[in-house]
Structures are given as C-alpha cells and as structure tokens.
C-alpha cells in the first residue's frame, strides 16, 4: 500500500520540485540580469585634442585649440539635490528671478534629465556633458546601487570634465558640498571643502561667499542636499523639510544677489541633478536658472542636462569637455556674435573628434559621405560655417552648423546600430531554430491536451501585459521599480492564470469525449464502451494539463523573451561580456525584466494550479455536467459500428 501510494504521488512531488526550481529561477534571474546590465564601464575612448577649423590654433597669437574668449569673469554652479519645477513657485527667490526681477534679471531653461543613476545622480552629466551611453553606470533600480555598477569617481576619472579642461586652461577650481560628492573628485581639482548632507544651505552659502570674496576661483561647484535629505529622511510634510526650504531660499537669494557678489563679472546658474517629483519612466525635466555676467535677460528655452557643461566652457572660454554630447544654451547668453560663432565651431570640433573615436572604439570605418547623405550635408556644414566666419557673417552660423551637430549624434546611434548588426544574422539563425523547436515538438506530439494547454499559456502570457497598459502605465525605462515590478506582476499573472485554467477546464470535456470516441472505435468489438463512458473524475489528465501549461508558460514568459533579447544583443540571459562597447537598450531590458516577473508570478501560482484546475472542472461537472448526455453523432456511429461488426 505505502509502495502505491508512492507511486501515485511521484507525479506530484516532482511537478512541485519543478516548479519550485522555477520559481527560485525566475525569483533570482532579474537580479542577475540587474547585475550584470550595470556592469556597463565608462568607455575608454581615445579622443585626441581637437584642430581648429579657423585656425586659431597657429600663428602669432594662437591659443589651444577649442579654447575661446573668456565671457565670464568665473562660473558658480549651484545644483541643489532634487530640484524640480514645482520649486520655482514653492521657493519665493527661484518665482522672483524666474518672473524677471528688475534688480536680477534672469534667464533659464527647462532641461530633459538622464534616467537617474544610482550613487551620486547627475555629477557626471553636469561636469562631463556625457550621456549615460558613454557614461555607464545607470541603474535600474536607483535607489538600490548595484555593487558592480563603476563608481562616480572612476566614471571621472575615465570621462574629461569640467575640472580638468578648467585644468587644461590654467583656470582655478574649486567645490563646495557634500562628502559623497567630494569623494568623486579628485583631491588635485582645485580647493575643496565638504559639509555634512543635512548642513542648512546657509552655512554652505557662507562658505561660499567668504571664499569668492577671498581667494575666489574660476569655475566653483556648490552643492546643496539639506532639502533632498530632509525629504527623504523625515518626509514631505516635516519641520525639517520646512526649514531646509526656508534656508535653500536665503541661500540662493544671497548667492544670485549682486549685494553680495559681483554679478558684473560673475554668472551664476542654479540648477537642480534629479526631480524629487519625477514620475519614473517618464520624460522629466530640471529647471536652470542663470543670472549675472553674460547673460541674455527674460530668455527661457528647452535643452538637455548635457547642456550645461558645454555652456560652462563656453562663458569660462575653457576647451569644452571631450566626453560632451550636450550643445551650447546660445538662447541664455548675451555675448558678441564672433565670440558665439567660434565657440559653436569650437562645438563642432569637439563633437567631430568625439563621433571619430566612437567609431574607432567599436571598430567601425568612419562613414564616406558620398555613400551618406547626412554626412554630405555635415560636410557642406561644416565648409559653409568656416567660411562665413572667415567673411565676417556671424550671425547665422550656429543654424548652419546645427545639421553637423545632428548628424553627430545620429552618427553615434548609426554606429551602434553597425555594431549590434556584425553578429545578428548568425544570431537569428540560432534564435529561430531555438525558438522553433518547442512548436515542432507539439506539431510532432500531435496532441489535444498540449494544444489546449499551448493556447492557454498564450492567453494567461499576453493578459499581465494587457492589464499592466490598462494601469496607465508605458512599457519604458524605470516605469517601475523592480520590487514593484514583481509585486505587481503577482496579481496581473494570477488573473491571467485563472483565465488560463478556465480555458483549459471549459475544454477539457469535449478533449476527453473525443479521445473516448477514437478509443471507442477501436475496441467497440470488445464491448468497452460502457466503460469508456464510465470513467473516474479525471485527476491524472488534468494534472497533466498542469504540466504542460507549465511548459508553455516558461515558453512564453521566459524562453521567447530570452531569445529575442539575445537575438538583439548577443547577450546569454544575465551573462554579458566584460567591457562591452555599447550598453544595452534601456526599454529592451525593462521588457526582459517585465517579461521575467511575470514568470515568477506564473510559477509561483502554479504551485497551486491543479487543486484550481480540480475545483472549476468539479465545480462545472457539478453544474453543466460532463456533457455527454446528448451524443447523436456518437449513438449514430456506434450503431453503425455494431451493425457492420453483425454482418
């Protein structure tokens, strides 16, 4: 009897040891994946200095190249953490400067943010201009930093920035904030003072304007966290968050006050590294605000936080970061239209240099632009912009070099695109014969029970997606975090798996009457039939569905997902290859994620899927019956049979 029992109960304990390897499996592959994704180093481009192409490099008076004339007696850049547009009109001084001011008019701009990177958000971008394609080191799950994730000060380390082209050009430097941010930096890059994180940003302002008073510095970082801590630490309705705001307001009204430092000579930009009110996932944008020397009053325009370092070397005449993907504010900046021209060619070189050693990274031959109608048109650019320069006609330069400009930056997307594609024919093959074989296995089973189950893995894979766009929510980068991700894919994959039991216990019936009648043809002579119609509740055939739907589900919610991925990357699953040259696809790898979430909610839910499955076919026998009262194309067929077996 135990020997029996053993042997009915083998079936079940391995389908749940199964099962229960999946859920361990689905539960630790996006941490896997997590982790090596942001692995993604700083690419170590060799970008060499760049040549003038008006040739201020030569001659009597000739100046390194992508250096200009000075604008700005010094730059001080003030980047409070999480500042957001709604901080313009909860922060008195920011809604006074930004509405004009007589007394400090300003200007400013609204700036499309990076996703946000875990460590320190922003610095890199703001002192490289970088995007986080050369950059490294994003994150998709921000607030948890991966431990393989490059450090911020390695990113610095690898990436030409703000301090070392101010280097470059003997300008002086200097830094005022928290020590994680000092941390980054590196102890040669000028005087550097750090303040606890939740230090008022009026003791920080102090610091600051004794120093510019003082010793002063060409470029100076200030960096204010007391409101971002206070929010994150106490919360968005504490005393403390109230106090923080009322000393970031004194701060930032002392610092942009010509009372208290010489705007004639001095340009101030406060700006903000993350919005604490961002909706993950989405576009957001980081308010700027400029005042002082060199700037264009009451002009307002759109950018990207790449922008700021460009606009930085620009005012400080400083050859403008290698690394730098952003352009130049021109709209915010009241300067001669001969110094705005050579600083959008200065642009233009730096951009060039930078394209050119992309594709050398990668290994890519430089595009010949007879074969590239974009690259003919920077080419015509480029010439065009020299020459008006060289004739004295300023003014319309910068729309003329714009398409080099794009053609830049579609250039670097093109090239790796190219790169992606060296390997992605072999890579099909591979993914479609993979992809291929678990559907050559059920046309070659030729199986009711599989096919029933295949299409019920179909239905129950597709509704989590289903039920995830009818949240309002977009398929994109950070649109979740990944706890959130996998908390919420529990619920989605359990109604998508009830409704793919119910498909399966709606059918199942009509499956079995049919493997009856063809069981029934073959040993009518035996007089079977009876008890063919007779069968015991049907435990074993519905536990087998199980099984299958299993399958299925691991095909559609792991399998095709991993092979799609791979196909498009090269990447096995979690395993990616060291120092890759090109990160992959942000929304690409949210789907993968997505994709394997819901995966474990389906496995975890099938560790209870055959009692479901039991009840709904119990419960539907109880109430419809097992339909085989009414058969009168199986009596018909039956009585022939016999008739034909009489004679």
């Not at 296995?441 to 239905?459: D, E, I, N, P, T």
């Not at 789907?591 to 479901?612: T, Y």
Request: glycine share 6%; aromatic share 12%; with cysteine.
């Amino acid at each position: 009897m135990f020997k029996r029992l053993v042997l009915r109960l083998r079936g079940p304990v391995f389908y749940l040891a199964i099962v229960g390897l999946l859920v361990t499996g689905a539960f630790n592959a996006p941490t896997l994946l997590r982790s090596s994704l942001e692995t993604y180093q700083p690419l170590d481009l060799n970008i060499p200095a760049v040549r003038s192409l008006i040739g201020t490099d030569v001659g009597p008076d000739a100046r390194p190249a992508g250096t200009t004339t000075t604008q700005s007696g010094r730059v001080v850049l003030i980047v409070v953490n999480g500042l957001g547009d709604d901080d313009f009109q909860g922060l008195p001084v920011l809604k006074r400067l930004k509405d004009n001011d007589p007394v400090n008019i300003s200007t400013g701009a609204y700036l499309f943010s990076s996703p946000v990177p875990a460590g320190t958000p922003g610095l890199v971008t703001l002192l490289t201009g970088a995007s986080l394609d050369l950059a490294g080191g994003y994150s998709f799950d921000p607030p948890n930093q991966s431990q393989r994730a490059p450090s911020t000060a390695f990113q610095l380390q690898q990436l030409d920035n703000l301090f070392t082209a101010a280097k470059r050009s003997r300008n002086t430097t200097a830094f005022f904030g928290s020590p994680d941010w000092q941390a980054t930096l590196n102890p040669d890059w000028g005087y550097q003072a750090a303040f606890p994180t939740e230090q008022p940003p009026n003791d920080v302002a102090d610091a600051v304007l004794n120093f510019l008073k003082k010793k002063s510095a060409n470029f100076t970082l200030v960096q204010l966290s007391a409101m971002d801590y206070a929010q994150r630490t106490y919360g968005p309705n504490s005393d403390t968050l109230r106090l923080a705001r009322e000393s970031l307001n004194t701060a930032i009204s002392r610092l942009t006050s010509d009372d208290q430092i010489d705007l004639n000579r001095t340009t101030v930009i406060v700006t903000g590294d993350w919005d604490t009110l961002r909706k993950a996932g989405d576009r957001w944008t980081i308010p700027l605000l400029m005042v002082g020397q060199a700037v264009q009053p009451g002009e307002w325009s759109w950018g990207r936080q790449e922008d700021i370092a460009p606009t930085v070397a620009s005012l400080l005449g400083i050859e403008i970061p290698r690394n730098n993907q952003g352009r130049i504010l021109s709209n915010t900046l009241a300067i001669p239209p001969i110094d705005m021209a050579e600083k959008m060619l200065a642009l233009v070189e730096q951009r060039q240099s930078l394209s050119r050693a992309y594709r050398a990274r990668l290994g890519l031959a430089l595009p010949i632009a007879v074969n590239d109608p974009q690259a003919v048109d920077a080419e015509k650019s480029t010439r065009v912009a020299v020459q008006d320069f060289r004739l004295g006609l300023y003014d319309g330069i910068e729309s003329v070099v714009d398409p080099v400009l794009r053609y830049t930056r579609n250039d670097m997307t093109q090239a790796r695109e190219e790169w992606f594609a060296q390997a992605r024919t072999q890579r099909m093959v591979l993914a479609i014969v993979l992809a291929a074989l678990p559907v050559g296995f059920l046309f070659y089973r030729q199986s009711l029970k599989l096919w029933l189950a295949f299409v019920a893995a179909m239905v129950a894979s597709a509704l989590p997606y289903l039920f995830y766009v009818l949240q309002g929510r977009t398929f994109a980068f950070n649109s979740n975090r990944l706890d959130a991700l996998r908390e919420g894919s529990l619920w989605r994959t359990g109604f998508g798996l009830l409704a793919g039991l119910l498909i399966l216990a709606a059918v199942f019936d009509w499956i079995e009457r049919r493997s009856q009648r063809r069981a029934g043809w073959v040993d009518l002579q035996y007089s079977v039939i009876t008890g063919l119609r007779k069968t015991p509740f049907p435990f074993s055939g519905l536990f087998r569905l199980c099984v299958y739907l299993a399958f299925w589900l691991v095909y559609f919610s792991g399998w095709l997902w991993w092979l799609l991925y791979y196909w498009r990357y090269g990447y096995f699953g979690p395993i990616v290859p060291e120092n890759q040259p090109v990160p992959a696809d942000f929304n690409g790898s949210f789907l993968q994620f997505l994709a394997l979430s819901n995966l474990f909610g389906f496995m975890v839910w099938l560790l209870i899927a055959p009692l479901v499955l039991f009840f709904i076919v119990f419960l539907k026998r109880r109430l419809l019956g097992d339909g085989t009262e009414d058969e009168d194309e199986e009596d018909t067929l039956v009585k022939s049979r016999k008739i034909a077996i009489s004679n």
